[in-house]
């Protein structure tokens, strides 16, 4: 079984300010994880995955996270935001285990931009 | 290419009603997952589908039951709605590496149900 914990439920950021929002895991075996945003009344779009290789993943809208597995951590960051970015974001794992027990996600963390 | 296409994007039903919500899948994607999500429970998966055949379950009742066709396209049943069954319904495919353990869940849009 695993378990995704997102530390902050709510982040609030002035604009063009930089952004961490954290992502604690736990898992028995290997994982896959990703980030994805949702825009109010819409479903889920990926900011991006880390599989395998290099522990620094960038994504989309200039956004990038570091796969720490010492710490089981896997937090999104960003330079610069924009009130574009004000959204819901969710921190997701899958085992390696052929994906058949689904995405596991984290509570969310509700990043809102402030002028 | 096209996304993940859900209809209807919203539905309102009554309390013992049931409901068939649909999912057509990016092109090429033969596994599709359905997830539940609410203010309080967050998002939960309830079932993937794969090559027609349930592959895995998540933690709900069998009022909730899925099946996918030899196009892909998956439907999920809800029967006897109860208040609780209110929730935003995504469906999400992946591409053929999935199976392999790998790669990533496309989401679309989802269906809103309200359940009154």
């Known amino acids: 079984a695993q378990s995704v914990t997102q530390l902050d439920s709510q982040v609030p950021v002035f604009e063009e300010a930089p952004v961490e929002l954290r992502c604690n895991y736990s898992?028995?075996?290997?994982?896959?994880l990703f980030w994805y945003v949702q825009y109010p009344n819409q479903g889920l779009q990926l900011l991006l995955k880390y599989l395998s290789g290099s522990t620094l993943v960038k994504g989309i809208n200039g956004f990038e996270a570091e796969f720490n597995k010492s710490q089981t951590s896997f937090h999104l960051r960003k330079p610069s935001v924009h009130i574009s970015d004000t959204a819901e974001y969710f921190c997701?794992?899958?085992?390696?285990?052929?994906?058949?027990?689904?995405?596991?996600f984290g509570k969310g963390t509700h990043l809102i931009i402030q002028p | 290419k096209a996304g993940v296409t859900q209809t209807p994007r919203y539905l309102i039903k009554t309390r013992g009603q049931q409901v068939t919500l649909s999912c057509s899948p990016i092109?090429?994607?033969?596994?599709v997952s359905w997830y539940q999500q609410t203010p309080g429970q967050g998002l939960q998966f309830l079932f993937e589908y794969f090559s027609e055949t349930q592959r895995n379950k998540g933690n709900f009742p069998g009022r909730f039951s899925g099946r996918q066709f030899s196009n892909s396209r998956s439907e999920m049943n809800v029967s006897t709605l109860e208040l609780g069954d209110s929730a935003l319904y995504l469906c999400?495919?992946?591409?053929?590496?999935?199976?392999?353990?790998?790669?990533?869940?496309?989401f679309g849009p989802g269906t809103r149900l309200t359940v009154l």
């Open positions: 997701a794992v899958s085992d390696r285990r052929g994906g058949a027990d689904g995405l596991t």
């Open positions: 898992s028995s075996v290997s994982v896959y």
């Open positions: 999400a495919s992946s591409s053929p590496d999935w199976d392999r353990g790998g790669d990533t869940q496309y």
């Open positions: 092109s090429g994607h033969r596994s």
